[in-house]
């Protein structure tokens, strides 16, 4: 044991002294597989453990949670006070004004009837109200999903030449999407939303305020021949193809209306308490410009209106809805899509403003109330409705404290619906153009997307494929591609895992990445490596080759340098967080070649899973032998350094 | 100061005291995103890096070299010596006295005529022999590809009914997938293969050996109206509802030829030195069976035969490749399916071998050869081959040093060819289907299933599903569920990638997984979280739902142990190997959250690609200040741990 006298002289540290002081490695508590699948599905669909607050609770205690749970409403509802009703019915009434105008004008985005809008931000706000355990949402139509969900449909029925079918369509697609959200909150796999990343929809979003923007430009320059494609180059074609078309006189208005409503957003961007006068402005251009045509009878003057309105809550429709029939496939894709992207709109919508005032929203629970609601308002006459962005921050802004200013808004637009839809016969179609260019012009977010170019490169490649792919493919395939190469990028990172060379921080124990941190020394005889990824079948032939190159690269260094020879490769396994059988295979196989090179190998720190496969594949325990096997690479090069020594000086 | 005071005492130990000489997290050095990029193309496309052996070599020396990385023979051929040659006759003489029957089954099997399985004997190995960089592969038709091939193309063509189009789309299907299969290589893509996973392939091939087995009943029971299709069920229910058509002659005659190759089989796998016992058995059995059917006339007694064979090296088939008309999507899709499958088994056979000569085989560079290999059988009547596994086994067993093994081959296949082929007239198809039945059941690996199942369920799981896929629904829908059950398995993983709560081994500034190591202690007021996966789009909404759950959970344990409240969540980042922005976003706002409740966010040893973006992302630096960002667990701990103290001694 001289040779271990000599290194601890060499390393002459107190830390290294203790580090010979050699702590096992052990195997996590025994575990059945059942039990182990056990907490891996709660692991992968119960994250939050959404039944930690039933535990030890009385039998009534627990039926009160539950009806709690399921609707939230039973939460707040007996601590609801006046106070709190002031705030709502202010908020309510603001985001009411903001919602009439958009309601429209969404509705006609989508293709759909006007009055479909209106419809939609009267029931589904109470559905929500009842279910949904955001404070905050300001639930309605909006752009993106109108858009989705317009374009998609009229690949196959053409909204002007078959009306009652499209429409059918809509409330039929409508009712797959609030159905499909559900049972994703249902089965806990909200994390199928996750996968659009901040770069995807970031460019998404604002690839599709273009397509919006660049549809509004029929009704702001008053084009009657518009296309029907959505890209960039047909509409820019079909505006420059029919400038005859077009009209000064909605093309002034619209610009006044327009510069108008941006300025007033403006304002409201600058000084967040003056929110209502961006929230007021579109109810005011409407009133405005509805007068304005009523006065000067501008509609024989080549300015198009809305025209008469049916007056009257939503009729049902449940009869409209086809289950079958040569459109289901289209219906159910349309559901698909603009379920998803608008439940992707909603939750974060929540989560935003639930991380402003510091509550906590249950993604999937919140996915279950989207749904349902949708689900209700498929057969009451509405489309596809979710929590909107723009109208949430106008009401967090007004002061909303509770889904209370939902009714609030639900019951204006009621009041709305039965008495004051005659007003807007003579509401000129370009004041709706107008409020949909000003509200998804906040889709486009130049600032996060200068910061996505800085911190990832990669990240703002999928943010332009989004983008391009949006304005220059089609709203759903840009999605697509953006989302394929997000995950492609995540295989991709898998088959290969990053391996470094860690070295000695001098003085410590400590080995870090020889790359990263320039003091770190190598020591004679070790290569040692640390992987950071799981081994699997993707990626362990490519450890394998990468392995074999770092020891070329040793022995080439070694050439050169004259130091010893290669004795031990290290692998510190600590970032390994899982394996798999061809991870086993590669660790002995491994293992073996080195053999036949006569260095050793030795594994350091396995985490508990990694640790029992490798046990379980190795019947006879030779990979795990305490002197293969350490707690620290510390630890494990200094006990393999004695052992050198101590080989070297009995020969 | 008497807290410190009194935590130095609880751990009187000098390595925290050391840990208190805190050292600083690096950055790695700057490097530009364009050297970042070609860094990370190099790792993903070139991680054997190639070009090494180049560097700094002559001109002159570089051509050579450059010849002899594209004709390996160049290497070894200079050296080629009596004694090699001797080895490889031996060797060449024994594959190929197995090759010649199982190329005329192969054949068969693709439901092509018997002598394209001997054209594809004789001129893909002499392709091989010049480019391919294995001793020990023994190139030629295999079972599955052979079936494989075989079962695609029946979906359109009936190879009965319309054989020269058949023949015409297995040229060309070879053709594309020689293409790809050299394309995968020169574009180095090979990693492609990697995602044929070992559970996925030792299902696979259990099942296609099933698959295979089973149509070789129509031959060994002698059924003339056999099902097309290739199913358990529908395979089964053609058997005994034909059982009228089975003849005892041919029943007899094939129960011991069959019990004769599988008792040859099992002596030589009990002693590998009796390798020729099996290697001659085929050859033994057609010669034998030729001669009793010749000699009774057996072929008069429901025994059917091969026929007539044409006699004649390979004629030229590139007239007979389509690139375009109908077929050219099923071409194109069988083309990819066989390749990769061949490749996956070419490859594989060719790493084994290898390594048990302690020798490396470049597997992109083998992709090239196996693909140049096919293009040019394509054109010389030759369908797709690759490196068998069987026939490699006994080349190995045989002594086999070089390629030279393959050119014997060939050349004693063009002699059977030129001079041999009359003797095959009144060869059984009982024999050929002994011989197929013989040779896949060698596919079925129980030992390592069971090993897979011990080790790791999930792939058992996988396993299962491409074996149970291949024999009831299709070979190629088997494997494609089993390749896209393993991905799911890898996305799944990085959604809900372990976070861990570390512990402090006592006695140590050592700090591990809680649940692994019992002897771990808590440091009151810390949580200590370990994130074993790269910080993305798709987990980082589940990882703050998670810590969140934590921190719940520490609370919870608070209240009851009465320990001190949490004041410091310490995240270990040393097993985060890449972050992207969604992940930044997490970081930032987790410390946002944090900070809400009083509780401060220290991070720990971020790699260098982590602690670069978390840097530009976060402009002030306030998360990487030094009292917030550590290099060890246990100079985190004891750093925070004494400024909490001194903080809470001056108030």
Redesign the interface.
């Known amino acids: 044991m001289e040779g271990k006298v000599e290194h601890n002289h060499h390393h002459d540290h107190?830390?290294v002294e203790?580090a010979m002081e050699i702590?096992k490695v052990?195997?996590?508590?025994k575990r059945s597989?059942l039990q182990?699948?056990k907490n891996r599905l709660k692991?992968?669909f119960f994250?939050?453990?959404p039944l930690?607050q039933f535990k030890g609770q009385s039998t009534k205690q627990k039926w009160l949670l539950g009806f709690q749970y399921i609707f939230p409403i039973l939460q707040w509802g007996p601590d609801y006070n006046l106070n709190l009703l002031k705030s709502d019915v202010v908020s309510g009434l603001t985001i009411a004004s903001l919602a009439i105008p958009q309601g429209i004008s969404y509705a006609k985005l989508a293709n759909l009837p006007p009055i479909v809008g209106l419809y939609s931000s009267f029931v589904p706000p109470l559905v929500y109200a009842v279910l949904g355990s955001s404070r905050d949402l300001a639930v309605g139509p909006v752009s993106i999903a109108s858009l989705l969900m317009g374009s998609m449909l009229r690949q196959e029925v053409s909204p002007a030449q078959d009306p009652l079918l499209f429409l059918q369509l809509a409330f039929t697609s409508t009712f797959f999407a609030g159905l499909f959200q559900a049972s994703l909150g249902f089965l806990r796999l909200g994390?199928i939303i996750?996968?659009?990343?901040?770069?995807?929809l970031i460019g998404f979003m604002a690839g599709a305020a273009i397509i919006v923007s660049l549809q509004q430009l029929k009704a702001l320059l008053g084009i009657t021949h518009f296309t029907k494609e959505m890209g960039l180059v047909p509409v820019m074609s079909s505006v420059f193809h029919n400038t005859k078309e077009w009209s000064w006189q909605t093309i002034l208005m619209g610009f006044c209306f327009l510069v108008f409503l941006l300025v007033t957003r403006h304002i409201s961007i600058k000084k967040p308490k003056l929110f209502w006068v961006s929230a007021g402005a579109p109810l005011l251009s409407v009133i405005l410009s509805t007068l304005i045509v009523f006065a000067f009878k501008a509609e024989r003057h080549g300015i198009s209106v809305i025209g008469k309105l049916e007056q009257g809550l939503n009729p049902p429709s449940w009869n409209m809805l086809h289950f079958h029939g040569s459109h289901i496939g289209l219906v159910l894709k349309t559901g698909l899509i603009t379920g998803i992207i608008s439940l992707t709109e909603g939750i974060a919508v929540g989560r935003t403003f639930a991380?402003l005032k510091?509550y906590?929203v249950d993604?999937n629970k919140e996915m279950i109330a989207i749904g349902v609601m949708n689900v209700v308002g498929s057969t009451t006459s509405c489309y596809i409705t979710t929590g909107a962005f723009s109208r949430s921050a106008v009401n967090h802004n007004a002061g909303a404290r509770t889904a209370v200013s939902n009714i609030i808004m639900a019951v204006t637009v009621m009041v709305t619906l039965l008495f004051l839809m005659p007003l807007f016969q003579y509401t000129p179609n370009l004041v709706l153009g107008a409020i949909i260019v000003t509200a998804v012009i906040g889709l486009i977010d130049i600032p996060a997307a200068y910061?996505?170019w800085?911190?990832?490169?990669?990240?703002f490649v999928v943010m332009l494929c989004a983008f391009f792919g949006v304005i220059f493919i089609s709203v759903q395939e840009g999605l697509a591609l953006a989302v394929g190469i997000?995950?492609f990028k995540?295989?991709?990172?898998?088959?290969?895992?990053?391996t470094?060379v860690l070295g000695n921080?001098p003085g410590?124990d400590?080995f870090?990445?020889r790359?990263?941190?320039?003091d770190a020394v190598s020591v004679p005889g070790f290569l040692i490596l640390s992987i950071?990824?799981?081994i699997?079948?993707?990626?362990?032939?490519?450890l394998n080759?990468?392995i074999?190159?770092w020891i070329?690269d040793y022995e080439e260094e070694e050439e050169t340098k004259r130091h010893s020879g290669l004795r031990f490769v290290v692998l510190d396994l600590?970032?390994v967080?899982?394996i798999?059988?061809?991870g086993?295979?590669f660790v002995q196989?491994l293992r073996?070649?080195l053999e036949?090179k006569g260095v050793e190998l030795a594994l350091v720190?396995p985490?508990?899973e990694v640790?029992e496969?490798l046990q379980?594949?190795d019947g006879t325990h030779d990979m795990l032998q305490p002197n293969s096997l350490f707690?620290?690479v510390g630890e494990a090069v200094s006990s393999l350094f004695s052992s050198m020594k101590s080989v070297s000086s009995h020969v």
């Open positions: 107190p830390c203790i702590h052990e195997t996590p508590p597989s182990k699948l692991e992968t994250p939050d453990d930690r994390f996750d996968f659009l990343s901040k770069a995807t991380a510091n906590q993604g910061q996505i800085k911190v990832d490169k990669f990240d997000s995950i995540m295989v991709l990172q898998m088959t290969r895992p990053k470094v921080i410590t400590i870090r990445n790359d990263q941190y320039k950071q990824a799981p699997n079948f993707a990626n362990s032939n490519y080759d990468r074999l190159r070329q600590a970032a967080s899982a798999d059988t061809n086993v295979t196989e073996r070649v036949k720190n985490v508990g640790m496969k379980k594949a707690l620290t």
